[in-house]
T-cell receptor
Framework: SAVISQKPSRDICQRGTSLTIQCQVDSQVTMMFWYRQQPGQSLTLIATANQGSEATYESGFVIDKFPISRPNLTFSTLTVSNMSPEDSSIYLC???????????FGPGTRLTVT | ELKVEQNPLFLSMQEGKNYTIYCNYSTTSDRLYWYRQDPGKSLESLFVLLSNGAVKQEGRLMASLDTKARLSTLHITAAVHDLSATYFCAVDITQGGSEKLVFGKGTKLTVNP
């Protein structure tokens, strides 16, 4: 199984600023994803982080707001840009092991925008 | 648009009882995932069901998949308090050449002594 770590675990940010969340997987994985989860709600996929190419964004999410990098098979970053209180949420990194179809989740980053 | 519907969304049950959580989905898929989430925690993988008729069991939980009916069930046997958590099903779909999970809304399970 893959172990995923995220930094920071939580942050409180001012409106209009940006925050970059880092995701590290302890093994090489073919697919990495970024999800958002509002408290008490389900998970919504933001984008698939593609290694060596631009991320694939879901409807309602755009690159200017949520730029994503994935420089190698174990690491990805998500930036939440020009934040507003509506961006307050938990952001989860996820990775899939295609061999066994297991998909794992990181511990999440709890973001509060004031 | 793919819909993944779980029911019930809230379930309060007594210890020792049995119950089933249902997950219906609206498109063709051969893979379905079940996760558990405790308050303030991330998602823990419970089961990955990879084909029609797949059945997996771990302790008091058993999951099954019927791809023809587009239905998965998570059966709880003789519930204990430690099973209190939110359970999500997620359907694996391929869209635009890439695979992704689409989640249900979750079932919040409370097991009372």
């Amino acid at each position: 199984s893959a172990v995923i770590s995220q930094k920071p675990s939580r942050d409180i940010c001012q409106r209009g600023t940006s925050l970059t969340i880092q995701c590290q997987v302890d093994s090489q994985v073919t697919m990495m994803f970024w999800y958002r989860q509002q408290p008490g709600q389900s998970l919504t996929l933001i984008a698939t982080a593609n290694q060596g190419s631009e991320a694939t964004y879901e409807s309602g999410f755009v690159i200017d707001k949520f730029p994503i990098s994935r420089p190698n098979l174990t690491f990805s970053t998500l930036t939440v840009s020009n934040m507003s209180p509506e961006d307050s949420s938990i952001y989860l990194c996820s990775a899939r092991d295609r061999t066994y179809y297991e998909q794992y989740f990181g511990p999440g980053t709890r973001l509060t925008v004031t | 648009e793919l819909k993944v519907e779980q029911n019930p969304l809230f379930l309060s049950m007594q210890e020792g009882k049995n119950y089933t959580i249902y997950c219906n989905y609206s498109t063709t898929s051969d893979r379905l995932y079940w996760y558990r989430q405790d308050p303030g925690k991330s998602l823990e993988s419970l089961f990955v069901l990879l084909s029609n008729g797949a059945v997996k069991q771990e302790g008091r939980l058993m999951a099954s998949l019927d791809t023809k009916a587009r239905l998965s069930t998570l059966h709880i046997t003789a519930a204990v308090h430690d099973l209190s958590a939110t359970y999500f099903c997620a359907v694996d779909i391929t869209q635009g050449g890439s695979e992704k999970l689409v989640f249900g809304k979750g079932t919040k399970l409370t097991v009372n002594p």
